[in-house]
């Protein structure tokens, strides 16, 4: 389980990205939907490759949020579960839990002048995703910075829009936890509901 504290400068994001900028950003340059439109669809059928990311790197000097992570968080073929249940190729595989927020819980700072901490409230998020594996979420990470599964390096300056969110989101916190199995925790009970 991956938990961080992330700042969101939405001042930055709506004022220097249009409505088409924001979706392209989010999900990938090519990607257009109309104005107004709050949901966009992301199931397995509209995963991105690493070719695809490429390719729009190359085109538009960008890749999206979603088309970034896609390659490193969706299944890549098939599978079917112990319980015969079949997860087809694209399924996502992290348990994301993230919320929005405006509290500023970690404004407490030794050097506040330095990492600029403040105690007022702040637009971020608080990121929970469950991963198979810590190296799973590492590659995930990787993807963002433009550094995909098969080992394509997009060459992309830090915070670089063309990076998509990470032009806009400062990370003050991250930690990592080692979450057993449910037969090994402390209260195993939901089998006994079945």
């Given at each position: 389980m991956h938990v961080s504290h992330i700042f969101e400068d939405l001042e930055g994001w709506y004022i220097n990205f249009d409505?088409?900028?924001?979706v392209s950003t989010t999900f990938r340059p090519t990607v257009s939907v109309p104005s107004g439109t709050l949901t966009v669809r992301q199931g397995p059928g509209d995963v991105a490759t690493e070719r695809q990311n490429e390719r729009d790197y190359r085109r538009y000097r960008a890749i999206g949020h979603s088309a970034s992570i896609q390659t490193s968080s969706r299944l890549?073929?098939?599978?079917?579960g112990m319980d015969g249940t079949l997860y087809r190729k694209g399924t996502a595989i992290p348990h994301r839990a993230d919320f929005n927020t405006l509290?500023?819980?970690?404004?407490?700072?030794?050097r506040p002048d330095v990492d600029g901490m403040s105690s007022q409230p702040a637009a971020g998020l608080h990121?929970?995703?469950?991963?198979?594996?810590?190296?799973?979420?590492?590659?995930?990470?990787?993807?963002?910075?433009g550094v995909l599964p098969d080992g394509t390096k997009l060459p992309f300056d830090p915070k670089d829009r063309g990076q998509g969110f990470n032009?806009?989101?400062t990370t003050t916190h991250r930690q990592n936890f080692l979450v057993p199995p449910r037969r090994h925790r402390a209260f195993p009970l939901a089998e006994l509901l079945a």
């Open positions: 409505h088409a900028q924001r890549a073929a098939d599978v079917t509290d500023n819980p970690f404004f407490w700072s030794a990121f929970v995703v469950f991963n198979p594996t810590s190296d799973d979420f590492h590659r995930n990470r990787l993807a963002m910075d032009s806009v989101l």
